[in-house]
């Protein structure tokens, strides 16, 4: 597959070779953990943000690379 030569998609013969198979379900596991690993960042993030009830401490922007809160409590 990774030549570079992208041949047509076998619609009949599909899912019946082992090994594309098995390639795909890999590929689907490792995408589904990068975003698993995405969703528990996020949610770390926000647990980081709160105060034990939940609230808020400061809104927190959040750009590609950093996060700034545009004020800052404490």
């Keep these: ?3 570079g030569q992208s ?3 076998d619609y009949d013969n ?5 090994d594309e198979r098995y390639q795909m379900i890999r590929d689907y596991a490792q ?3 990068q975003w698993q690993q995405l969703i528990d ?4 993030r926000r647990l ?3 105060t034990p009830s ?3 401490l400061a809104p ?7 996060s700034m809160p545009y004020f800052q409590r404490f």
């Design 7 to 9: 041949k047509p998609f």
């Design 31 to 33: 995408v589904r953990r």
């Design 54 to 56: 939940g609230v808020p």
């Design 14 to 18: 599909f899912g019946t070779n082992i």
């Design 48 to 50: 980081r943000c709160t």
């Design 41 to 44: 960042n996020e949610r770390e």
């Design 60 to 66: 927190v922007f959040q750009f590609p690379s950093i």
């Design 1 to 3: 597959m990774g030549d």
